[in-house]
């Protein structure tokens, strides 16, 4: 019932620029926290931005001052603005969304959703 669906992914050179974009659908109420997490061959998956949906923003130390996280509640969407990529930002970007959806009538369920992933990948 619910779905969430990334794209923007590609490759670009070392210091160029990405745009991710992740929409959610289907029979939703709200959408509270989302995020971006990546992972790369030989690694965990790792926590990349999050942001609330008062618009609060956590980031990890290693994408600081180069990645910017954003969201548009009336398209559902979530937005990962990636400027000044490095060979160890390539990896497969995971969108995530906290949603309270419509389970059947009179009921409510929140559930915590994952997009299909959407790969990157930065040459040096």
């Known amino acids: 019932q619910v779905q969430l669906v990334e794209s923007g992914g590609g490759l670009v050179q070392a210091g160029g620029s990405l745009r991710l974009s992740c929409v959610a659908s289907?029979?939703?109420?709200?959408?509270?926290?989302m995020g971006w997490y990546r992972q790369a061959p030989g690694n965990q998956r790792e926590l990349v931005a999050t942001?609330?949906?008062?618009?609060?923003?956590n980031y990890a130390d290693s994408v600081k001052g180069r990645f910017t996280i954003s969201r548009d509640n009336a398209k559902r969407t979530v937005y990962l603005q990636m400027n000044s990529l490095k060979p160890e930002d390539t990896a497969v970007y995971h969108c995530?969304?906290?949603?309270?959806?419509?389970?059947?009538?009179?009921?409510?369920?929140?559930?915590?959703?994952w997009g299909q992933g959407t790969q990157v990948t930065v040459s040096s």
């Open positions: 942001i609330t949906s008062g618009g609060s923003t």
């Open positions: 289907g029979s939703i109420f709200s959408i509270n926290v």
């Open positions: 995530n969304a906290d949603i309270t959806y419509y389970s059947g009538t009179n009921h409510r369920r929140a559930y915590d959703y």
